[in-house]
């Protein structure tokens, strides 16, 4: 099949010598429609010939018979986007884009129909005119992963970068990073980087920026607006706000979840609310109470150790507690516990090996750091209701508050990495990026 | 400290030789109250006075100067709440109530101020006496667990009773549990009751009955409705719809989660909506398909075999692969994967020795069914978008669809435990008890 059209297409392209790239008119019943001829996606129907317009947007047409395809003019070898230098305009604020990759930076493979990486942001923002018009741009390509591949190396990375052109006076910075670990490196930038002093915006994207449905546009024109006008002195992802464009939202780094795998709104404060809202005209309108971007030139540091060795186990019925062994086995030094509801553990009395808690008191007493979460994502865990949950904090473990697991697991690593064991055990429920949260009355649980 | 009284109320309880479960009358500021002295709860403030008034509320009178507390009666020995025997009325439909624990069955202790859990379901009954003029009630004594430590032999022994009695002619059964994992129950009891032909309600609560705050009474109340009242032939999940008294969801058992640790409208529908509305008056409302009640007396069955040898294992940056090598040798039989986004696993470029692909090959290679699902919860997986998505289909790991990890778990072992392994491989992608729904446009990744 050429280019994943189906083969009724196919065969009509290879015949009137059409290749994905060329300039084409196609009539249909309709109207008549003049574009580049695109690739199909990759999944979807395949009976859909798609066209890029000048105004940049894809449309489909559906195939039938009757419809009238010619070509316009070709393409010279491989097609590609034209290029847009971006100007520096002294009356804008300068703010620093960093690089990372992720399905904002993907187009669709001209040749397999699958989706490639871009290697040139370039070749993203000259797709953004609304970006010349908000602040100037300074790029930095520090890599182009697919967001599942990130690791601590790579935080560390872009921790060094912010922290740089931070400290050379930038006064904020879009970091483009795909949404599948988004919020764990939104983490992980919120802990590593101290006394930050300027937005730090991560964005990306639900769908790629070559598609008519993509939300990388309005992402970064939000995210730019946000880097440029708010004196929000936090590291935040700011993601569409509903499944419609126009407006987003900024949230803090270590609330932010990926709760979607598809939705344009995947991105959700958990046990928080937005630091603010914020359009694509540019007009924010702050939802909370946030760090402001402080007088002076404080210098930011970049903390970048990470200890590797740290695990998260999801405890469920019938969850075998022996994965504790394997892990003091394998030398870990901290273990984050996804428990149930307020923070349990299985003891299990009717199937005595499955009972966590005696593994979890080794554990501890192996010099183990076991923090203690709820995989209920929202709310509060607490040691004290019932009669478990004081077994558990008996064991040593440390019942986490409102930490999401994967913001504990991030935080725990972070402090392994960067103090001793003393001050990481004092430290994991003490709060440094606003990943706790005080408690209210509505927390306790009293006779009322 | 007397009762968890601070030491002022505790001292002039002792003078007065108060003790909890006397009938007292408190004069403050705010009037003169009368009822049953109780303990204080176990957190939160240890200067508030709890009285259990006639109307069956707990109310809280907070200490101050001046008080004024005066024993009206005792109580000979130790203080329990009056039994009721529920009366047998022709004219209403009987339903069995399955009993298991829970907090809903859980009180304050008297000595301790703990909570501690009822053996006896009848002195939760008498405490709703709604229930009399909604149906007549069998009462199955199962056990008296906390829901943090069901097993597989608990899900067994709830689905024999269930199936027993509903092959007994039973209209309706109501289970109570505890809330932690109530929703893993569910999903289990929903494979295991093959042609469940009655409404299956599981219900709990997020405070213990003797508190004011309780959630306990309109649960059962809603939930009882839903066993009497509704043509549901499903199991679900029915507890409070908002954080408010009054309106309940009943929730597929299949598409439950608990979402927060202590808000009573905890559980929510994952990829999906409620199958109706229920208030405590009994008026329901559809806001679903669902499977009716058939006309005849089918059967039902229950299929307890459960494979425990199921892993749960969620996928993070820089998680480590090797954890698989631990499952082989461990003899599992299933893993299933909380992968990130559309169900990705790490092929982690920059750490070679943290690219899960290999690891998930051979654990296939090994004869394991591996499942994948996305830690989103929201949304479903997706095999083809991404190249690093077909490197995992690729391995002969199974996507499946918008299950959620904890389903996807429970159904696995389900599978495991009843078919043999080609039969299992084939069923984990086909929809049993709606925890797989159809795929509709929206979940297609096509170009607009």
Partial sequence: ??????????????????????????????????????????????????????????????????????????????????????????????????????????????????????????????????????????????????????????????????????????EGIVITHGTDTMHYTAAALSFMLEGVNAPVVLTGAQRSSDRGSSDAFSNLICSSHIATKSNIAEVGICMHSTSSDGQNIFIRGTKARKMHTSRRDAFRPINSVPICKVDTKGKIEYTSDYRHVGKGSKKVKALTGFEPKVALVKVHPNSNPDIIDYYIGMGYKGIVIEGTGLGHVPTSPSIKELSWIGQIRKAVDSGIIVGVTSQCLYGRVHENVYRNLRLLRGTGAIFCEDMMPEVAYVKLGFLLGNYNKKKAQEMLNVNIAGEITQRTRFDEFEVE
């Fill in 1 to 170: 099949m050429l280019f994943m059209y189906n083969e009724e297409i196919a065969s009509l392209f290879t015949n009137l010598e059409i290749r994905v790239g060329d300039r084409v008119k196609v009539t249909s019943a309709d109207g008549t429609f003049e574009g580049i001829l695109m690739p199909r996606a990759e999944v979807g129907r395949n009976d859909i010939i798609v066209i890029k317009r000048t105004d940049g947007y894809n449309m489909g047409i559906r195939y039938a018979k009757g419809i009238k395809i010619e070509k316009v003019s070709g393409t010279k070898g491989a097609f590609s986007f034209p290029k847009v230098e971006m100007s520096h305009d002294r009356s804008l604020k300068t703010i620093n884009m960093l690089y990372t990759g992720g399905t904002i930076g993907s187009k669709i493979d001209y040749v397999t129909g699958g989706v490639y990486m871009l290697t040139k942001p370039e070749e993203l923002l000259a797709e953004v005119p609304e970006l010349h018009g908000i602040a100037n741009m300074e790029i930095s390509n520090l890599m182009s992963i697919a967001s599942e591949d990130m690791t601590y190396k790579e935080w560390i990375r872009i921790a060094q970068e912010a922290a740089a052109v931070l400290n050379k006076g930038s």
